[in-house]
């Protein structure tokens, strides 16, 4: 566990890095076509892929994302897996049945792949919280294989809801139809609203695999602004440093 935990508004919050390495050949481009109109020096994008364990007062755990999964997951055609988020769990003295809440920030399979084990949920006393709007475009690999496991567990969200005390979830679509943050007093966890230090001195840097890029950009503007406002702390899921000081 190389990343230490904050105290964020009472609650302890837990980088947990379950993977580091580069997007695979399947769908790595140039960095000029990842994100067009950035002046980036053509260099490998290493990726760290993190989730956050969040600790409240009371003792409940909520886990934000889960990760690439095992090495059959549907992430294994791109990312490095198997991942070690159930390891990064355990080093946090943490297991997978101790989870009372996963908040799912979109369906890309490295941030909900590690959600099932072996066609089971991992977290299996855990509300698994999804946008509506994410729900309703689900498909293929991550529909059968992730969702359907776990519909059982399913909490579906429209915009913004507190999903566990303290712990709210927003809407802030783009990257994906349904794609949300989570918020815990100034802290903000922000899925894939930003994957590139160079969007966070220019929002309006697209990225190639955004939805619907006008959105994302538009979408990345807004809660920036008002989170730079805040002078929030950005949890963020791909940066090499989980935490950034806005």
Known sequence: MPHQPRIIAGVEVTPLCDAVGPM????RRPLAEMFPGAALREEP?????HCYLLRDPAGRLTL?????GPADSPASSW???PGTLTAELAAAGVAP???DTVILTHLH?????GAVADGRPLFENARHVLQQAEFDVAQGAMLDR???PIKGQLHVVDGQAEVSPGVHVHLAAGHTPGHQIARVGELAITGDLVLHLAQLSDPSVRYLYD???????????EVLDALRAEHAVLATAHFSDPFVQL
């Not at 695979?24 to 769908?27: A, L, V």
């Not at 934000?64 to 690439?68: A, K, Q």
């Not at 399979?109 to 792949?113: F, G, I």
């Open 45 to 49: 994008w290493i990726l760290h892929f």
């Open 24 to 27: 695979g050949e399947t769908i």
């Open 109 to 113: 399979s490295d941030h909900a792949s």
């Open 97 to 99: 049945a101790d989870v």
């Open 64 to 68: 934000v994302d889960t990760g690439i």
């Open 211 to 221: 939805d619907d890029q006008d959105q994302a950009a538009a979408t990345r503007a």
């Open 146 to 148: 992730i969702l359907t």
């Open 79 to 81: 990312a490095p897996v």
